[in-house]
């Protein structure tokens, strides 16, 4: 099978789906606005051809230069698994005969108001929301929703410019802040833990599904620099306690008309047990999130996803062996990292429970926490007992140091 992959080498995960796609079978087309040569090494080895347009933000322009450039070779498939190019690619799959997610069906995964309104028709709880495209609109949404909000981007990912709002002033403060944003939602805030469903599905039946735990939720997370964020696979997704939200999360792929591929849902778990749904994308989680859900398994879900898409099969066996934690740390000042401080007592503490270490080097210059998940790196690690996942993943959080300067 001939198969488009789109940006094969962005973000960080981009090049094992690519791996897993060529594994296979497929001769993998990567499309891509940077040089072959900037491609990472295991990109580059893994696909058939690649062809550079000039950015793949213009859709259209995009478009034609791959329609020119791939003019008599039969495309089988387009996939995208990077959020910002949902539509491009199903633009693409539309012009080039491809199967998949049209132009129509990828819109609700992309326009998180219209992803809702088709939920609240489902009867699936979601959090009061109304979008607006003036900031006229936004006070009289929040007049009708009520303190405390949360105001973020229709076509968002992740938590980027997600405010939450407790009263008028913060709201006064926040849509300065949000002009260069065309279209916002303005939604009800739901106090409680945030969880996430991802499935593999083949024709609309999930043949595999994880429950990772963002500790603290991501909204925190983001306006607290000091904090390390945790995402934690859960070795029982099935306990009684997560049943309200995998329920939904069921529900939602129904709801969707989702038929094959991955997906990325988010949910809350109130205090008093009241289970509400966030948003669901239409494409893997990002920030490491399938490298966790392998290392709590043993298994290679870049192949799976690849094989789901190309074959329409699924033959990992997944048996769940670990809780597995990715902790992403951000270092104290600014400019380039002068030392790392910890490492060695992790490293004793944590032993065979670490699975993956990739912080910056001394002398690189530390990331813009606000603009990356991964900020200045991170550990992941995994245990068979949560207790113990929980203690170390804290130890990391705690014990572990970048300085900049």
Same mark, same amino acid.
């Given at each position: 099978m001939n198969v488009i992959l789109l940006s094969p080498g962005y973000p960080a995960d981009m090049p094992e789906f690519t791996r897993g796609l060529a594994e296979v079978g497929a001769n993998v087309i990567?499309?891509?606005?940077?040089?072959?040569?900037?491609?990472?090494?295991?990109?580059?080895?893994?696909?058939?051809?690649?062809?550079?347009?000039?950015?793949?933000?213009?859709?259209?322009?995009?478009?034609?230069?791959?329609?020119?450039?791939?003019?008599?070779?039969?495309?089988?498939?387009?996939?995208?698994?990077?959020?910002?190019?949902?539509?491009?690619?199903?633009?693409?799959?539309?012009?080039?005969?491809?199967?998949?997610?049209?132009?129509?069906?990828t819109l609700p995964f992309r326009d998180k108001e219209a992803m809702k309104r088709r939920l609240d028709a489902a009867g699936i709880r979601t959090p009061r929301h109304e979008s607006s495209t003036t900031i006229a609109?936004?006070?009289?949404?929040?007049?009708?929703i009520g303190f405390p909000l949360i105001v973020k981007p229709i076509a968002g990912a992740g938590?980027?410019?997600?405010?939450?709002?407790?009263?008028?002033?913060?709201?006064?403060?926040v849509l300065p802040l949000l002009r260069h944003v065309r279209e916002v939602s303005v939604e009800e805030f739901v106090d409680g833990e945030e969880f996430t469903f991802d499935t593999i599905t083949i024709g609309g039946e999930v043949?595999?599904?994880?429950?990772?735990?963002?500790?603290?939720?991501?909204?925190?997370?983001?306006?607290?620099e000091w904090i390390s964020p945790q995402v934690v696979a859960?070795?029982?997704?099935?306990?009684?306690?997560? @049943?309200?939200? !995998?329920?939904?999360?069921?529900?939602?792929?129904? *709801?969707?008309?989702?038929? &094959?591929?991955?997906?990325?849902? %988010?949910?809350?778990?109130?205090a008093d047990g009241e289970v509400v749904f966030g948003e669901i994308g239409a494409r893997p989680p990002g920030a490491r999130t399938v490298d966790?859900?392998?290392? @709590?398994?043993? !298994?290679?879900?870049?192949?799976?996803?690849?094989? *789901?898409?190309?074959?329409? &099969?699924?033959?990992?066996?997944? %048996?769940?062996?670990?809780?597995?934690?990715?902790?992403?740390?951000?270092?104290?000042?600014?400019?380039?990292?002068?030392?790392?401080?910890?490492?060695?007592r992790i490293r004793a503490r944590c032993g065979d429970a670490i699975c993956a270490i990739d912080l910056l080097p001394v002398g690189a210059h530390r990331r813009d926490w606000k603009a990356t998940l991964l900020s200045d790196g991170y550990v992941t690690l995994r245990h068979p007992d949560w207790q113990t996942t929980k203690d170390l993943a804290d130890f990391v959080g705690t014990d572990l140091h970048l300085y900049a300067g």
């Open positions: 990567g499309i891509g606005d940077q040089p072959a040569g900037a491609l990472p090494e295991t990109a580059r080895r893994h696909l058939a051809a690649y062809v550079q347009v000039r950015s793949l933000f213009d859709e259209l322009a995009t478009v034609h230069e791959v329609r020119d450039a791939l003019a008599g070779h039969r495309i089988d498939r387009v996939e995208s698994n990077w959020e910002p190019l949902m539509v491009l690619a199903a633009r693409l799959r539309e012009a080039l005969g491809a199967t998949g997610l049209t132009v129509e069906q609109g936004c006070w009289a949404a929040a007049e009708r938590s980027a410019d997600t405010y939450r709002c407790d009263s008028a002033d913060d709201l006064r403060e043949k595999y599904w994880n429950v990772a735990w963002y500790r603290p939720r991501p909204l925190v997370a983001r306006t607290n859960l070795r029982r997704p099935d306990q009684p306690e997560l @049943a309200g939200g !995998v329920q939904m999360g069921f529900e939602v792929i129904r *709801a969707l008309g989702f038929e &094959t591929g991955f997906t990325h849902m %988010e949910w809350y778990r109130k966790l859900m392998n290392f @709590a398994s043993d !298994v290679d879900l870049f192949a799976g996803w690849a094989e *789901a898409e190309l074959h329409g &099969t699924f033959s990992l066996a997944v %048996e769940r062996k670990y809780n597995a934690a990715c902790i992403t740390k951000r270092a104290h000042g600014q400019g380039r990292i002068q030392r790392i401080e910890g490492l060695d």
